[in-house]
């Protein structure tokens, strides 16, 4: 990937950062070499912050990190374009973009993975899924197995309500443990595309 970083005095080119998911823009940092470099290594978006004054790697402090999943350059190559999954709101102020945008998607299931992040990364007593996820992975695997045999089990009579909701609790608590294991649905859906090629 060839950038010039050269353009500018100060060695540094814009990074549009979108979401991989939604196609919603979510904000605009600058990145050096180094900041480039450490995201690509890491899998973690680091701007060079001009007001630190130094490589910040967004939700350092907050956890709500900007997970990468592709980076492109622009036909002038002084312009990154970089898709990555959000986990938790991107600006400071808490808003979901830095534009106060909603970062949503009409897809249910998306909207979904976002209220699974937010109960994860902002735990309560109430929720049952901060609950579970705080029991950590095994507990999350193990939920997943009960629930899939479940789905066996009304697959072979005939209640087709019973046999929906089971199915239904197997995909939430898989969309669970995707995030337990770092991962989203649309990372699961790019190994079918390829698979599909």
Not at 26 to 48: H, P, R
Not at 64 to 71: A, E, K, W
Not at 96 to 115: A, G, H, P, R, Y
């Amino acid at each position: 990937m060839q950038i010039d970083f050269q353009k500018s005095a100060d060695g540094l080119v814009p990074a549009v950062i979108q979401d991989a998911a939604t196609q919603k823009v979510l904000m605009l940092g600058y990145m050096n070499q180094e900041a480039l470099d450490k995201t690509l290594s890491e899998k973690k978006v680091t701007f060079f912050s001009r007001s630190k004054n130094r490589l910040w790697t967004k939700g350092e402090e907050s956890g709500n990190f900007l997970m990468v999943q592709d980076v492109k350059v622009d036909c002038d190559r002084d312009t990154l374009l970089i898709k990555a999954n959000p986990v938790g709101p991107v600006c400071h102020t808490g808003a979901d973009t830095c534009w106060e945008e909603k970062n949503v998607s009409n897809d249910f299931l998306q909207q979904l993975e976002n209220i699974i992040t937010d109960r994860i990364n902002n735990p309560t007593d109430a929720s049952y899924t901060a609950k579970l996820f705080a029991r950590g992975i095994n507990k999350v695997a193990q939920k997943v197995g009960e629930e899939a045999v479940e789905v066996v089990i009304e697959a072979k009579d005939n209640n087709d309500e019973l046999f929906l909701n089971e199915s239904a609790d197997l995909l939430f608590h898989y969309l669970i443990l995707l995030q337990a294991k770092g991962f989203v649905l649309n990372d699961v859906i790019n190994v079918l595309k390829q698979r599909h090629k």
